[in-house]
């Protein structure tokens, strides 16, 4: 902030301003109604409305007034604003004021700054082959979409943390404080640090109503409010009425006071004088819904209604006193004094918005791909698990990759672009190495007897998935870098933003002025089947099937087995774009497979056959394959391999590993996914195959439906049974233990059954001894767990060309 | 509340609870660390320690000292009172609790009230073959398993909500309020009528931390705590020390005050004396996480950090020195001063427990099936759209079913166990004709010009689905009744909770004690197949992807293509317990296919062939099968055999139309399912099946993988393609439509490709202009808008052994 706030509102400004938010308006029931006659230059006909009338039309005053606003103190202050719109429905305000300020015709030179290029704005609205109805990716000066409430106070969040110069606006209106994203999204205060972030300024913009109803906040007293806004650490300024002259002053005012409260906040903490948690200002603006809009239609009351919501005057075509309503109600904003008769903004209007990149739908802030610089990573090869032989080597995979994110955060500590999320998990999803690099955010009261606390630490906890999710996309979307660790069964918490963001990356991809960002990578660990201590609430390996619904040039899903393919495979997520990618790997220490390089040859494959843990004769064909996918399905297929072995010692196994999920499927439907000839290479045609998969079996069925050997396939994965058990235990409740893998190895190998009935009779009666183990012991059987894969040589053989 | 409150607390009554809260901390410690030697009787030995030490001590004696002084007033004022623990991970105190006041082994007899069930009870806490670690269906008492932290207090105001005389205290602690459901969830109380409902007095439990961090709100201080409690509309009571003594006078105080004010505002509103929202009271307790226990370890603080959380003396079986302090520590606690010899816990002490349906544990609120009543349901046939030809007809099924709603509600209005759920959508999902019966409950002040908002209605809207899923769980495992609809898309943000009440009721159904309760249901409309006008984040058909995932018992979906057969399928779910019902319909006006008797006897059957249809020739095997689920798949199949008829007379086609979604599957994985025959005789064996499916397409590879037809069948859903648009462009982007579907069986169909190129190429075409014509216009075609199903006759032949 160069200037110190002086600026003082005059009348004459505060009357251009009003003709400016008129401008917005005006522009915004256009985009909703007019397919031709943008300036109305002659009376509206039935021809020139739009056959279907689409659009939110109730917020979108209250969003052009917050704009136009902000417009004046940007000038004023020359200030480094960027606008997150929650109520995305208002899209057309987004549009309007993008367009406004000359930012949208540079991005699309098709929609000009004229007459034309209004026709064509106000056409391409919510039309087939035009843009959508809500803020989207293809709207200037947006990373929220909206369409779903809850999320633009933590996605503003995140695009303020490590951004010192950045000031946040942030409208949460139309209802989404009613949601509990958004409910908790305010506590995100306690973890930004004036003296090393940007500010967030919140505007609750309390219009009354949602689609139907009022809303919870909006019918409140002034004084809950500000209990409420106090308590959640901020100080509230009221801005409220419907007349727009004191409004605009009142607005002004507000927004004075606010700017020069975060000035004094970010000057004392900048300069050390300041170290408590500061309150921060917010504004409550209380304006009618639909402002400036119809009053009645058809006698019923519309401003200040929810009937305001969407279209509020819907039967132009065919109703002309509607069509009449509505041209009154577009010239009561007096176009002809604010567009020039070539359709151009006047030129007194045009100096009210700012310039260049303060634009806030030009703020390189909203492209983040364009302020994105690469990460800098270590080598992950300095971070190997030493494997001379598969299997005898114990390690944790997370506590391993934990070291290889600590030189992560050393590594751009200055650059202060990468910080690490999770909902009070870190320590015990074993990442603790990374403390010894940087601490957890904290901007509340410590204790001397804190651990790893600190005003500027980059790791975030706080127990709540849908804030470190919000936070880790907004960071993400203005340019930076996260990782986000979670337990696996919860982060079926964030399953819609997830969609949410895998939408926005979908589209963003098809627009070519939007640059890359930073891939979305999760780590989803203390999974289901180590999650016997905490029960079966605890368990579920689901989300990855959500996941694969995605579009493929989206999404990625690793199971890597050990320490050093996590380590390969989280290495190669960190160098990728616009993706989201998922890693599945367990914290618990457990047998190692793969040396390092055995382990990239591995992972670049993203499938492969370990001939060392098969029992192949290179020349037949195997009798059988066992597939494997997950470090738990890992370890049970390697020791039924071993049972099978030392018991049918001529038995014919073919061991084959699966990392990189999308393999399995067909190239046409993702770029990893194997040709069939590669496929057929690894799981033979005609072979049976015994798949050990981490998560619920049927992913495994949808995505090899159409592969030569399907009918072959047998997959065996969670089935929804758990409890509080022993790890064991849970596999075999599961029935993807190893002994019940052996069993269907007997039972599907042609032949088999009769010569092996002793053989497979010997397992059913570990099982039965297990079960009175455990029941007994409160811990797994000895065999059982403190079984070794027997000496050998390790190394994996890679698909042909997948990868 | 029989008595108004006079019951003063004594020096003597306080000691006594004092010693009641000492032997649920004794009995807590027991069930985290004992195999044996339960009443201390030797000195404590290694082999009396578990092998695995599972459990959460942190949170427990919090919980134990709420539980002791909820026994207190519930004696002293004959309360009828439930406890919903949200940290339910301190499972050892609920079950501790349940056991001292005697339900425990009324229910489970095997462990009784002596040294030997002490021992089992020990024993069995996170154990093999024992019980979970966590408060669960197992655990008397709960309702609310809280392994995923969040829907506590929402959790509580579903009890509460119809039941006047009841008190739902709800322990929010460990970080929960940290959760956006649960922050959100404070809101509820505006929709709490104090005149018709019971109370619920939420106690905010701050012990200062959750896993590894402190909380937030712990670490703020009164001030903001009481103005953000204040702020939800809360009257905030603070109950804060370590020393037990002052402790409990402070917190006897506190919970007299609480249930006086809350005695206060239901007499006065069910007088009539008040109707504006009253102010609640709650309580603040802030109490050391790990109370009582050790204060350090190996010279790290414990009580009082979070260090506690879990469990605080880790080596016990290994180091002789923690073997000490843990004998020391429960010895702290002087057993022999509350179990006799025998182990059955001292008579002054049993004294303190309510007695009989008192207790809390054996609340039969806590067990709802105990309470419920049958629903009273109208004859669905009633409200039958008259169907004379199929297609002729047109209708909004979703508004049809509103009617059939709206009588639910009015017979069941005198039993108050029946309420709507919804976010802001009723309306919007014509359901609007329950606004006929009944209104939107508000306590919040109203306006003159407000619509169908009332202090005692009905129909819950909130924008939060978080709040709608959470207060109907709460209510239906309170023995009542519900329905919940949903935009399709936006149900994913309650993915996580739907997961948690389908592991509930799985466990539930498998204790014999557990009284069924009644289904969820939902309705899923505003599908993605009608989010045109709204775009691409509002179109999501993944929910039922997850749903399939869950055990075959619980789950069921349903996809009827108009309104008669929705009128079926929501009638039938309303009469089904334990479950959770998924219908998918859409709410726009489209044509009707069945008759209700056909809609009866296709729903009843959930698969069939549709004869009227199709072209077949009854004397031989079809050429194609066209399948179809979802309301929009229907119609554009039939638009397609529309197309193929008047093109290809001679192609012999079979319409298959699936209601119930669980038919494909195998007989042997789900009930529904169809046996292989059954699924034959519909499919063929070796035909080409081209299956429209609402959903993305894999959910149908699938569930049909295994079928003998399978590799013959094609099908087309929703493949991630969406934006702003008209409703038939929606369809062509993901290839969905008639023409697709039309050229894909003219490409399947063995020699038809050849025969009929140029009818294909007029599809293609047709598609062309299509696409220009919605370009130009913003509208679908006339030839694809106002197509209507040649005049026919109606009726579907079932499957043959479906249902």
């Known amino acids: 902030m160069k ?10 400004n505060l009357d251009l301003l009003d003709r400016y938010w008129r401008a917005a308006n005006y522009l915004s029931v ?4 007019l397919l031709d006659n943008p300036l109305l230059g002659e009376p509206l006909r039935k021809e020139h409305i739009k056959p279907r009338l689409l659009g939110h039309w109730g917020t979108t005053p209250g969003l052009n007034f917050v704009y136009a606003h902000l417009n004046r103190v940007i000038r004023a202050l020359d200030l480094n604003v960027i606008y997150i719109c929650g109520p995305g429905h208002g899209g057309p305000g987004m549009v309007a004021n993008t367009y406004l300020e000359g930012t949208y015709s540079e991005i699309y030179p098709d929609i000009g700054r004229d007459a034309d290029g209004l026709r064509k704005l106000f056409r391409q609205f919510s039309f087939p082959g035009g843009i959508p109805s809500h803020a989207a990716p293809e709207t200037p000066g947006s990373i929220h979409e909206g369409g779903e409430l809850g999320y633009s106070l933590v996605h503003a969040y995140g695009a303020a943390f490590d951004n010192p110069d950045l000031i946040v606006a942030c409208v949460v209106g139309d209802g989404e404080a009613e949601t509990g994203p958004l409910a908790a999204s305010w506590h995100s205060n306690k973890f930004l640090n004036p003296a090393r972030d940007g500010a967030v300024l919140p505007i609750l913009h309390l219009n009354g109503y949602k689609i139907a109803n009022p809303t919870v906040l909006g019918r409140m007293g002034d004084e809950e409010i500000r209990n409420l806004f106090r308590g959640y650490g901020h100080e509230p300024l009221f801005v409220e009425g419907d007349d727009p002259m004191p409004m605009h002053r009142a607005m002004a005012a507000a927004l004075d006071e606010a700017l020069a409260a975060i000035h004094k906040i970010q ?25 400036t809009g119809p009053k009645e239609v058809d006698g019923l009351k519309v401003e200040g209604f929810w009937r305001a919501h969407q279209v509020p005057i819907a039967q132009v075509r065919d109703n002309p006193a509607h069509l009449r309503l509505l041209e009154d109600w577009m010239r009561s904003y007096h176009p002809e004094d604010l567009f020039d008769k070539d359709g151009a903004l006047i030129p007194e209007l045009q100096a009210l918005a700012p310039t260049a990149n303060r ?18 990573l270590p080598d992950y090869r300095a971070f190997a698990v030493d494997v001379k032989n598969p299997g005898q080597t114990v390690a944790a995979a997370t506590h391993e990759l934990g070291k290889y994110l600590r030189d992560v955060l050393k590594l751009n500590a200055d650059a202060g672009n990468f910080r690490i999320m999770g909902p009070d998990e870190t320590a015990s999803n074993r990442l603790d190495a990374v403390f010894e690099a940087t601490d957890r955010v904290w901007m509340e009261p410590t204790e001397p007897y804190d651990v790893h606390l600190a005003q500027d630490g980059r790791v975030m906890e706080v127990l709540s998935e849908h804030l470190c999710q919000g936070w880790l996309e907004g960071y993400l979307l203005t340019g930076r870098h996260g990782f986000f660790s979670c337990y696996e069964a919860f982060v079926h918490i964030v399953d819609s933003m997830f969609n949410q963001h895998a939408k926005w990356l979908k589209v963003s991809r098809q627009l070519s002025w939007r640059r890359s960002i930073a891939s979305l990578n999760y780590l989803l660990t203390s999974h289901v089947w180590r999650q016997d201590h905490n029960g079966f609430s605890h368990q579920d390996p689901g989300f990855v099937d ?17 320490a050093n393919t996590l380590l390969w495979v989280a290495d190669h997520c960190l160098r990728t774009y616009d993706r989201i990618n ?28 370990w001939t060392w843990a098969g029992t192949e004769d290179a020349t037949r064909e195997p009798d059988v394959v066992m597939a494997c996918a997950g470090d738990v399905p890992t370890l049970e297929t390697l020791a039924a391999v071993d049972l099978l072995h030392k018991a049918l ?13 999308m393999t399995l499927q067909p190239r046409q439907q993702h770029p990893h996914g194997l040709s069939d000839r590669d496929f057929d290479s690894l799981f033979t045609r005609d072979r049976p195959v015994i798949f050990a998969y981490h998560g619920y079996p049927y992913l495994i069925h949808r995505l090899t439906y159409g592969r030569a050997n399907h009918d072959n396939m047998h997959v065996r994965g969670f089935v929804e049974e758990g409890t509080t058990t022993t790890p064991f235990d849970m596999v075999v409740l599961n029935g993807l233990d190893r002994y019940h893998l052996a069993i269907e190895v007997i039972e599907r190998v042609p032949g088999l059954a009769t010569r092996a009935a002793q053989i497979k009779q010997g397992y059913r009666n570990a099982l039965i001894a297990h079960a009175r183990y455990v029941r007994e012991h409160g811990e797994d059987m000895p065999e059982v767990r403190d079984w070794v894969w027997p000496n050998g040589t390790g190394g994996a053989t890679p698909a042909k060309s997948g990868g």
Chains 1, 2 share one sequence.
Not at 3 to 12: C, D, G, K, P, W
Not at 30 to 33: A, K, L, P
Not at 582 to 609: E, N, Y
Not at 649 to 661: A, E, H, S, T, Y
Request: net charge positive; proline share 7%.
């Open 267 to 291: 000057t004392e903490a900048r300069g050390g004088k300041r170290s408590e948690r500061p309150r921060w200002p917010m504004i409550v603006l209380r304006s009618p819904k639909g402002w």
């Open 3 to 12: 200037a110190t706030i002086e600026q003082r509102t005059t009348a004459s």
């Open 582 to 609: 998922v890693i599945v790997a367990g914290k618990q220490p457990s047998a190692q497979w793969l040396s390092m390089q055995d382990a990239a040859t591995h992972c670049d494959a993203g499938i492969g056959i």
């Open 30 to 33: 256009g985009q909703i109604y």
């Open 546 to 562: 959500l996941v694969t619904n995605k579009k493929a040039d989206i999404v990625r899903v690793y199971f890597p087995p050990d």
């Open 359 to 376: 634009r806030m739908g030009a703020n390189p802030h909203t492209n983040g791909g364009l302020l994105k610089r690469e990460l800098r």
């Open 649 to 661: 010692p001529d038995l014919n196994i073919r061991v084959v590993n699966v990392v990189d999920l």
